[in-house]
């Protein structure tokens, strides 16, 4: 399963109608439409560490620290600083999980970051952690997408990949050398003043897959050009896929015992899946894999759990058996990635993690914890599902707040001197005028089908699906 795909239709519903529809999902939202954006952003990074009562959500945030610990020191932190890391997440648990794997100045990316800054400043935080899927391809819509970046006027092709093989790969696989070139349409590298310093700052190594060249030039333009005194950790796919691992290795995890080793209760996930897909939440969440990608040379590919397998219809002879110890080695091997709700479940939903996210995630994210509230139930894990239950507006809207439509950020930051004047003139809007005409919305038909059915009363906000909102 999978979040659904970018909508190209035309507008279906007015900015008034998704504000609307919005506050009444997320009652905690509509007091903040005409007040500042830093007021807004400060809210979103005011959490306070919960005490869980279930052993499940205690050990699953030991295993986030951990895993917080080890991108820290594989991003080329100090040991101190990751352990700084890990105690700043478990004392104050806000993760980002908005853009998807995108150069820090690609528009969609870098104004959720702009935005976070506000957040994590609000509250004098050290670290800024996100986490961002790496299953993507290089193209979103024409020169749109993880592989493309306007500079100068023109969109320019990150890596000079030729258009037939971004077309058919997805950027996490290990398929390179990738190398930054920033090419035009002539395959010219950096042909304007803005590109050739750009590429400048961007490392000028090889690298094996376009995401892992993706993380490593956010890291170096960030210390260069965004925060010296907030730090940013990038979680991956991979990140991910080694912390489910570390669930795997332990017979005693929840995900280990329960999820992965009671197949019943993956099959009732499934199955609750399939259930929503009849109602007035058709579409929110596809069940495009089954908990887990294959990853092959090019493309991750979807499986099934068919018996006590995962299977690969693009590759029959490919197949994982459904238990804990072959799936912690398939992925340690780098042969399969968690989906979409693998991930959440072991960065947020187990842990108890606040997770950012845009006008997709707010809602098939409380979904995501519906489908999970069905496993945990099946397993009669009382205490777990308390836990769940007591948690404090988990998932937010923070990813496409501050919208600039048209924009070159990497010319707007050298126009203005940097990153704090516009910090400061962001901050000063109102959320209303910092979000725009909220196209991302207006144009997105599963958004005008909700506004409908909320206006029409087919969906309360205590729905037995929306409950788990933590709204």
Not at 103 to 129: Q, V
Request: hydrophobic share 40%; with cysteine; charged share 20%.
């Amino acid at each position: 399963m999978d979040k659904p795909s970018v909508s190209n239709s035309t507008s279906y519903c007015s900015p008034a109608d998704v504000r609307r529809s919005l506050s009444y999902l997320m009652p905690q939202l509509a007091p903040y439409w005409e007040r500042p954006l830093t007021a807004y952003a400060s809210k979103l990074y005011r959490v306070e560490h919960v005490s869980a009562e279930s052993a499940a959500r205690n050990y699953a945030r030991n295993l986030l620290r951990t895993c917080i610990e080890r991108a820290a020191r594989r991003s080329r932190y100090t040991e101190e600083e990751a352990r700084s890391a890990g105690r700043e997440l478990v004392a104050s648990p806000v993760l980002q999980t908005g853009p998807h794997c995108l150069l820090l100045f690609e528009p969609d990316a870098f104004y959720t970051h702009l935005f976070s800054m506000m957040g994590l400043m609000a509250h004098n935080r050290n670290w800024y952690i996100s986490y961002f899927a790496s299953t993507s391809g290089f193209s979103e819509r024409a020169k749109k997408g993880p592989g493309w970046l306007r500079v100068g006027g023109e969109p320019l092709n990150l890596f000079g990949v030729p258009r037939n093989r971004m077309d058919s790969s997805s950027i996490g696989c290990l398929n390179g050398p990738y190398r930054y070139a920033l090419t035009n349409a002539k395959g010219e590298s950096a042909p304007n003043a803005d590109a050739a310093c750009l590429l400048a700052n961007l490392p000028s190594a090889e690298f094996a897959s376009a995401a892992e060249a993706i993380k490593a030039g956010n890291r170096d333009l960030w210390r260069r050009t965004f925060s010296q005194s907030i730090r940013l950790l990038q979680l991956d796919d991979f990140d991910v896929a080694d912390l489910i691992a570390d669930h795997l290795e332990d017979p005693t995890s929840w995900i280990s015992s329960q999820f992965i080793g009671n197949r019943t209760i993956a099959n009732s996930i499934l199955t609750a899946l399939d259930d929503l897909q009849a109602g007035p939440w058709a579409g929110w969440i596809r069940r495009t894999t089954d908990f887990f990608w294959r990853i092959s040379e090019n493309r991750v590919t979807p499986l099934r759990l068919k018996g006590d397998a995962l299977i690969s219809d693009k590759a029959p002879a490919f197949s994982v058996r459904f238990r804990p110890a072959a799936i912690a080695t398939a992925l340690r091997n780098r042969l399969i990635l968690p989906n979409l709700l693998l991930a959440f479940l072991a960065i947020s939903i187990l842990p108890g993690v606040r997770v950012l996210g845009g006008f997709r995630q707010v809602v098939y994210y409380p979904l995501m914890r519906y489908l999970t509230s069905a496993g945990i139930q099946q397993a009669g894990n009382a205490d777990l599902l308390a836990d769940m239950v007591n948690d404090n507006q988990p998932g937010e809207w923070g990813h496409r707040v501050l919208r600039r439509a048209e924009s070159d950020p990497f010319h707007e930051v050298n126009v203005a001197g940097g990153i704090a004047p516009l910090l400061q003139a962001y901050g000063k809007l109102s959320l209303s005028d910092a979000s725009g005409d909220l196209t991302c919305f207006t144009e997105d038909c599963l958004w005008s089908r909700l506004a409908a059915n909320i206006a029409d009363g087919s969906i309360a906000s205590a729905s037995d699906e929306w409950r788990w909102s933590g709204s």
